[in-house]
């Protein structure tokens, strides 16, 4: 009678079993990692289906810097001209070193006024008046600035008056009797200068008048004259520019209010 053959026991058959339902719960926890992977690309798709536009732009965005900062990483051969982050100083080559530095000796900067500056009538009168007279040479803008400054200094130096640079009335004034004597034919100062001896000493105490007035004009610096008591036109146009100072009539001669006025303001001085 053949032997039978032992049946299994519960210890040879308790593996198999441990085996088995290992093998089930790495299986149902893939399937359920899988089961959350694909519902949050669903939920994804979903936020970006209901916003494309956002997320358009931001992907065109992503690509665009990529492609910016690819080509100025990798593909540029040498450094950019402007570049927005400097790492590392970029020595200029001599020869454009060179050619810089001769171009800004070739072209100086021009000289002109400070446009920050509000525009006055009396600087612009001043700067068309020193123009006419070849003292100034930048742009007429009334503005003050060392082009103006230039001018009217070389005005008053020129005319030994007080170098201030200052664009006053009283400037203003001296410039315009500057030109009407510039104005003057040479030829007839001596029979202007003549006929003032006649007609002064005709009117017996009008030269005296004269002298005193004239000595003021010097004391005010209006004009640069000669007490002589010569009634030419420097002197006609001295009296002229202190009449239009000082709002009295213009009329170019001598006359007690001219005098009194002056010797007010000695005065006060």
Not at 78 to 93: A, C, F, Q, S
């Amino acid at each position: 009678m053949p032997a039978r053959k032992p049946a299994p026991s519960a210890k040879t058959r308790k593996p198999a079993s441990r085996r088995n339902r290992s093998s089930g719960l790495a299986g149902r926890a893939a399937l359920a990692l899988a089961r959350a992977s694909l519902t949050g690309l669903a939920a994804g798709a979903r936020i970006v289906a209901a916003r494309p536009a956002l997320f358009g732009g931001i992907a065109v965005f992503s690509i665009s810097a990529g492609l910016v900062a690819d080509n100025a990483l990798n593909r540029q051969a040498g450094p950019h001209r402007h570049p927005m982050l400097v790492t590392r100083d970029v020595e200029t080559p001599p020869a454009l070193a060179a050619t810089r530095t001769a171009q800004a000796a070739a072209e100086p900067a021009p000289i002109g006024n400070d446009p920050r500056i509000i525009a006055f009538a009396l600087v612009r009168d001043v700067q068309t008046l020193l123009a006419e007279q070849g003292y100034y040479e930048a742009e007429v803008d009334g503005r003050a600035g060392q082009a103006t400054d230039l001018a009217i200094r070389a005005f008053q130096r020129e005319r030994g008056l007080r170098v201030d640079g200052m664009a006053t009335p009283l400037l203003l004034a001296q410039i315009r009797a500057a030109g009407q004597v510039e104005d003057i034919d040479p030829t007839q100062v001596a029979s202007l200068e003549t006929a003032g001896v006649a007609s002064d000493a005709s009117s017996g105490s009008g030269s005296d008048m004269v002298r005193q007035i004239q000595a003021g004009l010097a004391d005010a610096k209006v004009a640069d004259l000669q007490a002589d008591g010569i009634l030419g036109e420097r002197t006609k146009a001295a009296i002229r520019t202190f009449q239009a100072l000082e709002s009295l009539d213009v009329t170019g001669e001598p006359s007690q209010e001219v005098l009194d006025r002056l010797r007010a303001l000695a005065a006060d001085d």
